[in-house]
Structure formats: structure tokens, C-alpha cells
């Protein structure tokens, strides 16, 4: 079985502050971890994902994240926010196999001018 | 633009009535996901198909049902619709070729029951 959970529904930052949002998984067997965005009446759009190769996964608009098996975390940080950044935040598991894709229940970035 | 396309854009519609979502996936991908978006249940996997096959089945009511064609694309089908039916639909494909890969998504159908 497989699950994530994202600590959070909303996160508020200021403009060119850090943005930190978690995501915790369980996985029976090593995952692949994603971290999707959506912009208002969008679609989600993949930022970045963890295949276990490097475990520091470097994604689109300057986010990042970090596996951490020990902790079994993903947490999406970006150094920096910009206004543009303002959206919600989808972790998701796969852990592999033709299995469905877990989503978390999103978590929600105001960024403040 | 993910290559994802999918139609209607909206849909209001009556309870009780039959809609068919429709969804062509990226040139080359063989999976189509299905998922359903709401306020309250927020992002919620509805059913997997790959090269024509069912895959595999999320939370999807027994009023509806999907199917993918020959040529890839796919369609969702929800019958004896109701208000709790009202909800931004989204489809998915991924190339799955070697497993699990990353899904691009369309920009989803708003469907309205009234």
C-alpha cells in the first residue's frame, strides 16, 4: 500500500522569502515521488520527480527536493518566492508497477507582496 | 501546453442525465488516467487504462465508465448524473512503456449538474 501526506492545506510566504512545503510517503517498496502545481482553472503541471537516482531532484521555476529515506520525506523548497509561484502543490507516490498514482490532498501557496 | 487535450472544456448539464468527457492523450502514450477534482474530496483517481485495457480501477461510481479506443484516445462516461457529480475532470496519459512514468494532464473538464 501506498499513501502521502502533505502537512499544510495552506502555506503563506512573503515575496523572496523560503518556501518549504512537505510531503511524507509511505511505500512498501522504494517510490517514485513527484511534485505537481496547478495554477487556477489549469491542469497539473509536473515540476519535478525522484526516480531514485540522485536524491536531490532539481525541477522547473526553480524548486527543488530532497529524498530522505530515513525520514521518508519530499519536501518541495524553493529559496525564493515569487508572486508567480502562488498555486496549489500536489506530492504523489507511485510505487511501481502499472499502479494508480497517489495523490496528496494539496497544499495551497499565497506568497505576499 | 502538456500535448493532453480534452473536450468539452465545460458542461452544464441536468440530474439524471448521460455526459461523455473526451480525452486524447500525448503522441505516443499508451496510458490514459482519469481523475475527478472537487472541493471537498479534492484529487481523486478515477481508472487507468493502457494500450486498450483496463489497468486499474480508483474510486469510480458504477455510474460510470470509461473506455479507450484503438487509436488511444479515451472517453468517460457518467450516467443518472447528480449534484454531487459536479466537478473538474481531468484526464492524464503517461508513456508507461518501461512503468510507472510521469503524467501530463489536461486542462480538464468543468462539468455542472444542476
Known amino acids: 500500500a501506498q499513501s502521502v501526506t502533505q502537512l499544510g492545506s495552506h502555506v503563506s510566504v512573503s515575496e523572496g522569502a523560503l518556501v518549504l512545503l512537505r510531503c511524507n510517503y509511505s511505500?512498501?517498496?522504494?517510490?517514485?515521488l513527484f511534485w505537481y502545481v496547478q495554477y487556477p482553472n489549469q491542469g497539473l503541471q509536473l515540476l519535478l520527480k525522484?526516480?531514485?537516482?540522485?536524491?536531490l531532484v532539481k525541477g522547473i521555476n526553480g524548486f527543488e527536493a530532497e529524498f530522505k529515506k530515513s525520514e521518508t520525506s519530499f519536501h518541495l523548497t524553493k529559496p525564493s518566492a515569487h508572486m508567480s509561484d502562488a498555486a496549489e502543490y500536489f506530492c504523489?507516490?507511485?510505487?511501481?508497477?502499472?499502479?494508480?498514482?497517489?495523490f496528496g490532498t494539496g497544499t495551497k501557496l499565497q506568497v505576499i507582496p | 501546453d502538456s500535448g493532453v487535450t480534452q473536450t468539452p472544456k465545460h458542461l452544464i448539464t441536468a440530474t439524471g442525465q448521460r455526459v461523455t468527457l473526451r480525452c486524447s492523450p500525448r503522441?505516443?502514450?499508451?496510458?490514459v488516467y482519469w481523475y475527478q477534482q472537487s472541493l471537498d474530496q479534492g484529487l481523486q483517481f478515477l481508472i487507468h487504462y493502457y494500450n486498450g485495457e483496463e489497468r486499474a480501477k480508483g474510486n469510480i461510481l458504477e455510474r460510470f465508465s470509461a473506455q479507450q479506443f484503438p487509436d488511444l484516445h479515451s472517453e468517460l462516461n457518467l450516467s443518472s448524473l447528480e449534484l454531487g457529480d459536479s466537478a473538474l475532470y481531468f484526464c492524464?496519459?503517461?508513456?508507461?512503456?518501461?512503468?510507472?512514468?510521469?503524467?501530463?494532464f489536461g486542462p480538464g473538464t468543468r462539468l455542472t449538474v444542476l
Open positions: 503522441s505516443g502514450d499508451l496510458s
Open positions: 504523489a507516490v507511485n510505487s511501481g508497477g502499472y499502479q494508480k498514482v497517489t
Open positions: 525522484y526516480t531514485s537516482a540522485a536524491t
Open positions: 492524464a496519459s503517461s508513456n508507461d512503456k518501461g512503468g510507472p512514468d510521469t503524467q501530463y
Open positions: 511505500s512498501s517498496v522504494p517510490p517514485y
